[in-house]
């Protein structure tokens, strides 16, 4: 079986890069679907031009230069490519397992071999958080973004943009209730844990209403979806097996994940690990009990009303919810629950706001033009907020809200749905 010279795309791994390419029967069915072919019109920047690529690339006709790789680069990896394909090709694990590889070849990268480090490292994390969050408090956060921004280099400029506040709560876990009917962990994770405490607070406590018990697990850690989007993939398997090893001792009955991005990749774990003999079926039994909190407070309240909250909201789609987990229904369902709610329908909500991991850090460009549109929609349809379910996408449209003078807040959706289910009406 041939290789590209010096790129080893095939190796130990179940998953053939051979069977996974020769699933796609080329009938274009993705590139309306694919955010950066939709900007640019090129089949290179799609997901049936990339495909073409890696073809070349395992065979050995092309070698892996800047001129092939910067369209492998500008793939956001956002799926949406996999939820119109007539031939189920996975192109997750196909562009996953690309950059694995060219990775492994590439040696070291140390801007984001630091980030990727610091992120699963739950100690240092923590310190740096703390530091940062003396600043911030002191209101110097908010002289950068006035009189001294202009000042600043535009790298700098932009990572201060995207950076989350440390100013927020932390994580306020609920009281057990008398008679638990189950056991649910609420995964803590690396960004979610020191900069969305709130969000986890809200998340606990509308978790805490089905009647479940919600345990916070000793040693759990980063998910490792950045890593494995990254190329990281041996980093991204070990945090996978840290992660199965502390929630198996926990023993619960279901992983509740409010973050997409971290949702998908825990409920792909079986994949991740699938050449492993030891740890495959472990990784798969802990999968099948993961769910977005959405889908699990879907499935729990049936048809329980949450109170009332009189707002006009608009619903961004985070794509791993939407393209991996196929998630879209439930989040609106749960939206329609909660009475005096009005939820206006973005256009081409389901479509990448542009921040994809760290990907509006390494391609601003296309990072940009896409968040230019969500705020141009976001602008025509006036909402008192935009509703989302992953972090990434609430930093980066909050950024671009910011950047355009506009008022309007970015909410989690278990923000919106905790604060109507205390409301004073209630």
């Not at 892996?64 to 189920?88: F, I, K, Q, Y």
């Not at 699938?274 to 889908?295: G, I």
Request: aromatic share 4%; net charge positive; glycine share 8%.
């Amino acid at each position: 079986m041939a290789q590209a010279r010096g790129v080893d795309l095939t190796a130990a791994k179940p998953f053939t890069m051979s069977d996974g390419l020769q699933q796609c029967i080329h009938c274009g069915m993705c590139l309306e679907a694919c955010p950066t072919y939709r900007i640019t019109g090129l089949e290179t920047e799609s997901p049936r031009g990339r495909i073409h690529l890696m073809q070349a690339l395992f065979e050995g006709r092309i070698e892996p230069v800047p001129e092939t790789r910067v369209h492998l680069d500008r793939c956001l990896a956002c799926r949406a490519c996999e939820a119109v394909c007539p031939s189920g090709v996975q192109y997750g694990r196909l562009i996953e397992t690309t950059r694995a590889e060219l990775a492994a070849s590439d040696g070291a990268s140390p801007v984001r071999d630091a980030l990727l480090w610091l992120v699963s490292r739950r100690r240092a994390l923590g310190l740096v958080t703390t530091l940062l969050r003396v600043p911030e408090r002191l209101g110097l956060r908010a002289l950068v973004r006035g009189r001294l921004r202009r000042v600043l280099p535009k790298g700098l400029r932009r990572l201060e943009s995207l950076a989350p506040s440390l100013a927020r709560p932390r994580y306020d876990a609920p009281p057990r209730p008398a008679a638990a009917t189950s056991r649910v962990a609420l995964l803590l994770g690396c960004v979610m844990r020191v900069a969305y405490g709130d969000v986890h607070s809200a998340t606990a406590r509308l978790v805490a209403r089905t009647g479940a018990d919600v345990v916070t697990v000793g040693g759990e850690t980063c998910c490792g979806a950045l890593h494995a989007h990254a190329g990281a993939r041996e980093e991204a398997r070990r945090l996978a097996r840290r992660n199965i090893e502390a929630f198996e001792r926990a023993g619960v009955d279901r992983i509740v994940v409010d973050a997409a991005g971290c949702g998908a990749h825990l409920k792909e774990y079986g994949e991740l690990l699938d050449d492993d003999p030891a740890w495959h079926a472990r990784a798969a039994a802990m999968a099948s009990t993961v769910r977005d909190v959405t889908e699990y407070l879907a499935e729990q309240l049936g048809d329980d009303a949450l109170g009332e909250l009189p707002m006009r909201v608009t619903y961004q789609d985070p794509c791993h919810l939407a393209h991996a987990q196929r998630i879209r229904a439930q989040p609106r369902a749960l939206l329609a629950k909660v009475r005096g709610l009005e939820l206006v329908e973005m256009p081409g909500a389901d479509i990448c706001c542009g921040s994809a991991g760290y990907y509006n850090l390494v391609q601003p460009a296309y990072a940009d033009r896409l968040l230019a549109d969500k705020v141009r929609d976001i602008a025509a349809l006036a909402p008192d907020a935009v509703v989302t379910a992953n972090p990434g996408c609430m930093l980066q449209l909050e950024a671009g809200l910011r950047a355009s003078g506009s008022q309007v807040p970015v909410l989690h959706i278990v923000e919106l749905l905790d604060r109507a289910t205390r409301s004073p009406s209630r």
